[in-house]
């Protein structure tokens, strides 16, 4: 929710209002004259702007058919709702930043959260070779059974394995092609303490093979003269995912039309196949909210 706020600062969005829950699933009651796409009495799902005046959790809202996909019947309204984001950002990461093509390698850090898991079962259906870390023992075992097989898990919880060590060894020295991170250390000082199972930046550099490329969810991220200097003699370069971006440019419309389209079909043939999740009432939206808040790798499914 303060990432919202900040983001909608940041790109001049002025309100007192966040909408939360934008991610939406439901009936088309009505549309407006101008309206090509759509019906009433379609299905669809879609994500709200930032600067959508609605929460999805809001029993009717106004919005933009161009952020709106149709939603084919065998795919539930909660998994539809539960996954597009995700889904969205796994494409965006693979696709517009790392450039994915068969025979590629990369590495997914995290792979057992939603957003890992739907970048781990899309680059294996691209034919990417997929490698993956776990935080804990049932992560690992988790991952170990996923089908297509991941290359190799990589637990880096009770210093099981040295990350760096294991990418060069599975790669034969020469890295990965692509990285997609969960956080990143910035300071040795921060990578030094136990409960931190997060990989320090110049391991993450020295993981990609020439011309690879690291793709970042942190947006604080600095990068000192050494780190420069390596990507540098690896032809190599860092990519920050902002799926936000999508929305916040009317040029892109008909790419991120076609990235929802794609997603949504690939989950209604089972290529993307989340972790179900039980959709909760309206009335616990507040204390499901407080949860989430507090566990930012949890997403909770409201149904109206």
Not at 1 to 18: A, F, H, M, P, R
Not at 114 to 131: D, E, H, R
Not at 179 to 187: A, K, P, Q, R, Y
Not at 250 to 271: C, F, N, P, W
């Amino acid at each position: 929710y303060q990432e919202k706020i900040k983001i909608n600062e940041d790109v001049g969005i002025q309100t007192d209002l966040v909408p939360v829950g934008r991610e939406v699933a439901g009936v088309v009651l009505q549309v407006g004259p101008k309206v090509t796409f759509f019906q009433p009495k379609d299905e669809v799902v879609g994500i709200l702007p930032l600067d959508s005046l609605c929460s999805g959790l809001c029993e009717v809202i106004d919005v933009d058919e161009c952020v709106l996909v149709r939603r084919p019947e065998k795919l539930s309204a909660a998994c539809a709702a539960a996954t597009l984001r995700d889904g969205v950002r796994a494409y965006t990461a693979l696709h517009t930043h790392a450039g994915i093509a068969a025979g590629h390698t990369l590495l997914v850090l995290d792979g057992s959260s939603n957003f890992g898991l739907m970048c781990i079962q899309l680059a294996s259906y691209c034919g990417l070779k997929v490698l993956a870390t776990s935080n804990s023992a049932e992560e690992q075992a988790f991952l170990e059974q996923l089908r297509p097989a991941v290359a190799r898990v990589i637990p880096v919880y009770n210093g099981c394995s040295d990350l760096l060590s294991a990418v060069l060894e599975e790669t034969g020295g020469l890295g990965v092609d692509a990285v997609i991170d969960s956080g990143v250390c910035l300071f040795i000082e921060e990578k030094q303490l136990e409960e931190n199972l997060l990989p320090h930046k110049h391991d993450i550099i020295s993981m990609l093979s020439a011309g690879g490329t690291w793709v970042t969810s942190h947006q604080d991220l600095q990068l000192d003269p050494p780190d420069c200097r390596l990507l540098f003699l690896k032809s190599a370069s860092v990519s920050f995912l902002n799926p936000e971006v999508w929305t916040t440019s009317s040029a892109q419309q008909g790419r991120y039309l076609h990235i929802l389209k794609d997603v949504i079909e690939k989950m209604s043939t089972g290529v993307l196949r989340p972790q179900p999740q039980e959709a909760m009432p309206l009335y616990e939206a507040v204390v499901v909210m407080e949860t989430i808040q507090r566990q930012l790798r949890k997403t909770a499914v409201i149904q109206l």
